[in-house]
């Protein structure tokens, strides 16, 4: 084992230790226990149902976010070109899941998902490979998904239409669209035309004020290079493929809402276009959140809750909801990145210390 293996392991148990755990959870525990002690209403609380339907919904939102757990998993296994077992996604997804609930966005588990990856048997070119394409086929998601929701919803997608802050969102949700299609179209032009962007990158990594960036700009146009080549010789049903299971993830993940809620205030009797407004407002809020600063949007998603929905249930019951929505989709996967990192971690360093010995 090389001396370099043994500083990649440490950097990686660092990542697991107690206080970044802890930090997320006070954070968004801290801030719901702020809300409810100054939005609570104990009669509107007891007006809400807790039942055998409330369990039945909130088995179902859980039941949600496990099929999309799978489905993710065996997108990975394809995008893996079968080089590892769908038991084998299902544990690489709990720590990239993991990686992101600890990370300010999005971004930052990534990163740490393309460390991982090279850690298994795949070269770490296929690794680049396989995480710059799953962010691209996410992307491509929001970019089609939100045209269509606001235009079916329009601006009750993203708040209540009498929320004076209505605006607010809406001009930060076309800010974020055009950032999400530039960051989109570089990365597909990266695959497609990797020597025009990498170029373009390189001759961008040379301006003065871009020179404390200079290195990672280099890599990045390394990576795009090394992904393209991996990616086209792909055949466009395995891209039809990829599309519908990153599809199908993103969708049982907002819906997770639409359960939680009903679960909650049975009285609603929500219709086709109240499913549809829950779920495209649980979107919004989710591109919102990958521009926190906070670990996962850690305080920012459970905060901003009530007041998308505060057309369906009030601020104080939101509150609660939140927290309970917030236990079924991020603090399972702080939990179960403990019990599942450290078990990978040996099995990825007695392989290693094997291939040493038989070389």
Do not use: C
Request: glycine residues 8%; aromatic residues 14%; positive net charge.
């Amino acid at each position: 084992m090389t001396t370099n293996d043994i500083e990649q392991h440490k950097a990686l148990a660092e990542s697991i230790k107690f206080q970044k755990i802890i930090i997320p959870v006070l954070i968004g525990i801290g801030v719901v226990v702020f809300l409810i002690w100054k939005t609570f209403d104990l009669e509107a609380f007891k007006s809400l149902s807790w039942n055998g339907k409330t369990a039945l919904f909130f088995g179902l939102g859980l039941l949600l976010y496990v099929l999309r757990h799978i489905v993710l998993s065996f997108r990975l296994q394809e995008i893996s070109d079968g080089e590892f077992s769908f038991f084998k996604s299902i544990e690489l997804i709990f720590i990239w899941e993991f990686a992101s609930t600890i990370s300010p966005t999005s971004f930052g588990g990534s990163a740490v998902a393309i460390f991982l990856l090279a850690q298994e048997k795949v070269g770490g070119a296929k690794s680049i490979a396989m995480v710059l394409y799953a962010v691209l086929l996410d992307t491509i998601f929001f970019l089609v998904s939100i045209p269509i929701l606001y235009g079916i919803l329009s601006k009750a997608v993203v708040r209540p239409i009498s929320d004076p802050k209505m605006d607010i969102y809406t001009g930060s949700l076309l800010v974020i669209f055009i950032f999400t299609l530039v960051y989109g179209t570089f990365m597909l032009l990266g695959i497609l035309k990797p020597r025009f962007i990498g170029g373009f990158i390189l001759w961008l990594s040379k301006r003065k004020w871009l020179q404390r960036f200079k290195s990672n700009m280099r890599e990045t146009a390394k990576d795009l290079a090394v992904a393209s080549q991996e990616l086209r010789t792909q055949s466009i049903g395995f891209h039809v493929r990829m599309t519908l299971y990153t599809f199908a993830a993103w969708i049982l993940r907002f819906l997770v809402v639409v359960s939680v809620i009903s679960g909650v205030v049975q009285s609603l009797n929500l219709s086709l276009y109240d499913i549809f407004i829950l779920f495209g407002r649980s979107e919004m809020m989710h591109v919102i959140t990958q521009f926190s600063p906070t670990p996962g949007g850690a305080g920012v998603a459970e905060g901003m809750f009530g007041g998308f929905f505060t057309d369906y249930i009030s601020t104080s019951v939101g509150t609660v909801i939140a927290l309970i929505w917030r236990l079924i989709t991020y603090y399972p996967y702080l939990l179960l990145g403990l019990l599942v990192i450290p078990n990978w971690l040996r099995k990825v360093m007695r392989n290693r210390r094997g291939r040493s010995l038989a070389s």
